[in-house]
């Protein structure tokens, strides 16, 4: 939306009559996150190594932070003077919140609407500075500039992996140069607990500390554990130290303390809040454990004094209480928490969940401060004035809004850095799933089931970086970017370009920019990879590349002939894959890139059902249905799995449609299953299959399910084929995600 405002006009008609729409086609705009407006202007602006300032106009910080990033940057400084300013100002009323301009000419020229768009301003400023054969200069060129969204978050996870101090100045200095300006800290967790708490010493000396953290992946068996003392906590004054350096980049710092659930460390120093009051360990393992904060009067009195505490150290508006992944069984046997549901007339352990966020909420309220909680605190009834973050999808959200609740959208599908972002084999060990660049791009945390009305009630969205396996802060940093400066595109971008052009500026002009940081950013999304489409004979692997004029050399292998073809492909062609006339064949088709990094062998399956239309009765979860024909695409999942190679149900019957092109004598059909107990993905009780959707005749079933790899022998001709598997209702006690909805993760289904 462009927006002319009176207190400006001359300006902006001064600067329109130098537009040139044909330097606008040759140079892109090199800021990031894209402004709303962006106007080439013939002829450019240089720089000297001094520019001068009068100081006493500028906001102190401001000014400050300027002067750091042109030194970092740009080896630019900053000068006193009483004339005529390089940079000169102007403060706008009856703007959009965050508003700036600045137009480039003989001078700098800036109008902003508060201090903290000054800011956003000096961003885009240092980001348009260039320097060719060691001179500076900035193209002349008009911007205007505002956010979409208030809340453009992004979470760490401490308690996992301790950080220190000096890692979340960086880590904030990072989010502070793409916009986004709320830092979700994650204190307190099973395995740690991370901030100070003078009435509560134990909380630190205790809580902080775990003897042991499990080496590899939860779901390897055996389980390895590297026995050594993990741990740290921030003091206070190292609160308020981050809190205050946050606040000088415009960054609100929301900390989170979890509860009921996610409190094995709190535990572990005072047991007597727990259920049992058995004393245990800091966990070094991951998951969901079944100790919980008790719900008796005593345990509301410890949080209470705690977030006593908190409260202090964080002037912020939010505190995040968690509330996520509670198992209930403790409070199903407590004697205590049993009288308070009958004492307060709660009909289940979920009414007594919202009752207990609900108490905290009121003391939270009374402190001058907002709950925020994952989207779990919506099951038995959400407290009154309750914030809900949802990760599970956008349903929680949706549930929210459309009951008059703030929402922070952060679905696993589009905003958990802790997936691979690339082929698992080829990235460091991550928890699962696939989350790629790409699809951190494609991330609009408005819903379409939402109107207008209901959409004022999403405040924005955020990313969230869990470290089970995130152990350096390299590691931290390779994970996070540059997902997150498309995160900031996301929720900055009024109309955000598209992913190409967004590619095309990080790659020429930002990667640099965090090379001079030294930034370890990952190069994932810079790798040619391959994809595949349905056709009328079976599928096409489409060879993609940063590079347009690449070249791959491929060789097709087929196992048991051992015939070998090559042949030279470009970036963009498609090698066709067509279905057997007789015989299901195995093959190996290996792709070297000539200009890129990519060095890939694909194991593929020939079968009857090649390229097939697939179709979901049932509807996979988003987050793990990254393509529809990922059942008939010839190629099985890898482990460890990763979430574009597998589709995902987590519902107890699925019924899949197969039709095949023609009329096909079938003699088995082959299923891939993925089993991945410490996952909760686990292997199906029966799968059942018949010759149509209506009036279905079945043909075979089973029960008999204790291998990934299942068979069902056929022998008939059949054209469509009408899938259902049965899983367990829930997961029994005792089992990883007990009380739960099994998943159930399926790739290749191949045809004999």
Known sequence: MNILFPKVFCLMLFTVQLFDSSAQKQEQCNILPTPVVYKRVKGNLYLREKIHLNKENWPKNTLNQLDSMLQKFHKITIQDTTGKPFIRLRKLTNVPKDFYS?????????????????????QSLVQLIKTENKIKYIPKAFVQDYPKFDWRGLHLDVSRHFFSVEEIKRYLDLMAMYKLNTFHWHL????????????????????????????????????????????????????????????????????????????????????????????????????????????????????????????????????????????????????????????????????????????????????????????????????????????????????????????????????????YQGKSNEEPLAIGGYTPLEKVYQFNPIPDELDAAQASYILGGQANLWTEYITSYDQLEYMAYPRAIALSQALWCQNKPNYEKFCQVLYDVHYEKLDSLKVNYSKSSQRASITSKVNEKGISLILDSPDTSDIFCTSLRTKLSGEEIKLNLKAGEELMITRPK???????????????????????????????????????????????????????????????????????????????????????????????????????????????????????????????????????????????????????????????????????????
Request: charged share 25%; with cysteine; aromatic share 12%.
């Open 188 to 419: 307190t967790d099973d395995q740690g607990w991370r901030i100070e708490i003078n009435a509560y010493p134990k909380l630190t000396t205790v809580g902080a500390f775990r003897d042991s953290t499990l080496i590899g992946h939860y779901t390897a068996n055996p389980r390895k554990y590297d026995s050594q003392r993990h741990g740290g906590f921030y003091t206070q004054q190292e609160i308020k130290e981050i809190v205050s350096y946050a606040a000088e980049r415009y960054i609100d710092v929301v900390p989170e303390i979890e509860m009921p659930g996610h409190s094995r460390a709190a535990l572990a120093a005072y047991p007597r809040f727990s259920c049992t009051g058995k004393q245990q360990k800091v966990p070094g393992l991951w998951g969901v454990f079944e100790d919980i904060y008790c719900t008796k009067e005593e345990s509301f009195q410890f949080l209470s004094n705690i977030l006593n505490e908190v409260v202090s150290l964080f002037p912020g508006k939010y505190i995040h209480i968690g509330g996520d992944e509670a198992p209930k069984s403790r409070w199903k046997s407590c004697a205590k928490c049993q009288n308070v549901m009958q004492k307060n007339r709660l009909k289940d352990a979920h009414e007594l969940q919202s009752y207990f966020i609900s108490r905290i909420e009121q003391f939270l309220n009374k402190k001058g401060k907002n709950l925020i909680g994952w989207d779990e605190i919506l099951e038995g009834g959400l407290s009154p004035n309750a914030t809900v973050m949802s990760w599970r999808g956008f349903k929680g959200g949706i549930a929210a809004a459309k009951n008059g609740h703030y929402v922070v959208m952060t679905p696993g599908t589009h905003c958990y850095f802790d997936h």
């Open 102 to 122: 600045i137009s480039i000419s003989s001078f700098i020229f800036i109008s902003y609407s508060n201090e903290r768009a000054l800011y956003y301003a000096m």
């Open 582 to 752: 007789k015989h299901v064949t195995e093959q190996e088709i290996e792709f070297i890139s000539k200009n890129s990094a990519l060095g890939s062998t694909i194991h593929l399956t020939r079968h009857h059902a090649l390229g097939a239309k697939v179709n979901y009765i049932t509807k996979p979860n988003p987050q793990y249905h990254y393509a529809p024909s990922l059942l008939i695409d010839g190629q099985k999942g890898v482990r460890p799995w990763r979430g574009h190679e597998w589709i995902g149900f987590d519902t107890c019957k699925i019924i899949i449609e197969i039709k095949l092109p023609e009329k096909k004598k079938i003699k088995e059909i082959v299923f891939s299953f993925l089993e991945s107990n410490g996952s909760w993905i686990y292997l199906p009780k029966q799968i059942q299959v018949s010759n149509q959707m209506k009036r279905r005749k079945k043909i075979r079933s089973t029960t008999n399910i204790n291998s990934e790899l299942v068979r069902l022998k056929i022998k008939k001709r059949l054209k469509t084929i009408n899938i259902e598997i049965n899983t367990f209702s829930s997961i029994p006690q005792g089992l990883p995600g007990a009380g739960r909805v099994p998943w159930t993760f399926l790739d290749e289904i191949v045809f004999h």
